[in-house]
Nanobody
Framework: QVQLVESGGGLVQAGGSLRLSCAASGGTFTRYVMGWLRQAPGKERELVGSISWTGERTYSADSVKGRFTISRDNAKNTVYLQMNSLKPEDTAVYYC????????????WGQGTQVTVSS
């Protein structure tokens, strides 16, 4: 049974940094894309960033480009989201998710971790 467990969320002041981690277990994740999505109250879920199995291809939403960096450690089946220069509008529940390469929808999801940025 595939499980994704996020950690690293919390409360931070604007301009601060947080690093989210997501550990995957219960499967073989070769050729899986790992991603981070977020959802703020009253807003639609947004893809923040994703990274291919090799790490060669990454995607970052325009809203976080230059501030957030996604990376992965395949030996640990873990994906990270380094968030710098945080803004109050980054406040949301952040979800880790994975999907097979070539599949559009994310298949497995973590439980989510709250990130709150105070002004």
């Amino acid at each position: 049974q595939v499980q994704l467990v996020e950690s690293g969320g919390g409360l931070v002041q604007a301009g601060g940094s947080l690093r989210l981690s997501c550990a995957a277990s219960g499967g073989t994740f070769t050729r899986y894309v790992m991603g981070w999505l977020r959802q703020a109250p009253g807003k639609e879920r947004e893809l923040v960033g994703s990274i291919s199995w090799t790490g060669e291809r990454t995607y970052s939403a325009d809203s976080v480009k230059g501030r957030f960096t996604i990376s992965r450690d395949n030996a640990k089946n873990t994906v990270y989201l380094q968030m710098n220069s945080l803004k109050p509008e980054d406040t949301a529940v952040y979800y880790c998710a994975i999907r097979r390469s070539g599949v559009m929808n994310y298949e497995y999801w973590g439980q989510g971790t709250q990130v709150t940025v105070s002004s």
